[in-house]
């Protein structure tokens, strides 16, 4: 048995506290998600664990993962008959969405003096972390930051995404959970599915979609943008 035995009820433990929190006090940046990192984090700073055998004694939720990306498939076909109708705007806004999170965050990054593996690093920033460790290895990044870029990413949609959505008076399930499905990726689409199952439903077909159009044009976009901004 591993010697971080206990990493994995502190995991479980701390995360629902943290939702009973959240559900509490009911207030976008008291994230769940955050507000466990908050939880755990110093507690293995002072225990002086090192996140290696933390990691190794929460292994089993790790493996969840994959079942429960595959899970959200589950709204996302209830939701067909919606999705069939409506199909070529849902094309459309993933396009247009996957198009500006590429060149917004590549630009920017270019802008501030960024080399290009650093560049290419955080083009893939609003896709799943997988894809984005592919896309990023594949355009001679690091994909080991593009994981870091993709969780910044992903955690500052779920925390902030319904707040702007809710300032610029977006009402529509399907519009919110399109935009947030194509910033925040699995973490914005857990927020999402949490606040309303139909919203959940189209974020988790903007997170596949958009997964797809980055991987197919990424490698193309980058050398246009390095031989227009570099």
Request: overall charge positive.
């Amino acid at each position: 048995m591993t010697d971080a035995w206990w990493s994995l009820p502190l995991t479980v433990v701390a995360y629902l506290l943290a939702r009973k929190l959240a559900a509490k006090i009911n207030i976008s940046i008291i994230n769940p998600l955050l507000v466990a990192m908050a939880i755990v984090i110093p507690i293995l700073l002072l225990t002086h664990i090192p996140y290696t055998r933390y990691f190794a004694g929460s292994t089993f939720l790790n493996q969840l993962l994959q079942p429960a990306v595959v899970a959200l498939a589950l709204p996302l076909y209830e939701q067909m008959h919606q999705i069939r109708a409506r199909w070529k705007t849902i094309i459309s806004v993933c396009f247009i969405g996957s198009i500006t999170a590429m060149v917004s965050g590549t630009a920017i990054a270019l802008w501030m003096g960024a080399t290009p593996e650093i560049a290419a690093t955080i083009m893939p920033k609003s896709v799943t972390t997988p894809i984005a460790m592919a896309v990023s290895g594949s355009l001679h990044g690091i994909p080991a930051i593009s994981a870091i870029c993709v969780l910044i990413a992903g955690v500052l949609g779920a925390v902030f995404g319904h707040m702007l959505l809710n300032l610029f008076k977006v009402h529509s399930k399907s519009s919110r959970g399109l935009a947030i499905g194509n910033a925040s990726h699995a973490l914005g689409t857990a927020r999402a599915a949490e606040i309303d199952y139909q919203e959940g439903a189209f974020s988790s077909l903007a997170l596949v979609i958009c997964g797809i159009i980055t991987s197919l044009l990424a490698p193309f976009l980058f050398p246009l943008l390095m031989h227009w901004l570099g």
